[in-house]
């Protein structure tokens, strides 16, 4: 049984929703977990762990200050042991290869600002929830989908995450750190 940290930065609450699920597929396998909003990690005793999954959702091609910083500051802690990263965000929700690109893209673009890279990456699409955002930031989100073919929920609520892929790549990273462990 090993120690899985999960760290997430959440906006709207669909990362915290992801991380959530993700430390209850590593429970399940049999692992203990600790599960930190990275706002709150500074302040929290992580403790020991053989392996880190984080989560981040992407807003205007940037992740959430508070895993950056959690991520500088934990550096060398998360370099010894096997990392995932989630990256959260409508544009992971596209056919467009354009718009998966660039989401890829702007993952590798913190990496490089960290100077860390996490040993597996998921591009996991998030939700709109009208009442979680002001106007501007709703009629913003509402045109971008509308330009992109998806008419929105009259209910303001619109869910697009993969919950077999999220599953899938959970138990990918499980394996990883399985094989780090024997290795």
């Known amino acids: 049984m090993a120690h899985i940290l999960v ?12 991380a959530d699920r993700a430390a209850s597929r590593i429970r399940a396998a049999g692992h203990a977990v ?25 807003h205007v091609k940037r992740h959430q200050p508070e895993i950056v910083e959690f991520i500088r500051k934990q550096r060398a802690r998360l370099e010894r042991v096997p990392t995932a990263f989630v990256s959260v965000s409508l544009s992971a929700s ?11 893209a702007v993952v590798e673009e913190m990496f ?10 998921h591009l996991a699409a998030g939700a709109v929830h009208d009442r ?3 106007f501007l930031k709703r009629w913003m989100i509402h045109r971008i989908l509308r330009e992109k073919g998806v008419e929105m929920d009259p209910s303001g609520d619109m869910e697009f995450t993969d919950w077999q892929a999220l599953d899938v790549f959970v ?3 499980l394996e990883r750190c399985r094989q780090a462990a024997m290795a």
């Open 7 to 18: 760290v997430y930065a959440t906006t709207e609450g669909q990362t915290r929703k992801i």
């Open 34 to 58: 600790t599960l930190v909003d990275a706002r709150a990690a500074a302040a929290t005793e992580l403790g020991t762990f053989d392996a880190a999954l984080l989560a981040a959702s992407l």
């Open 94 to 104: 596209s056919s467009d290869r354009q718009d998966l690109d660039n989401a890829r």
């Open 171 to 173: 138990d990918t990273f």
């Open 112 to 121: 490089d600002e960290v100077d860390w890279e996490a040993s597996l990456v």
């Open 132 to 134: 979680q955002m002001n």
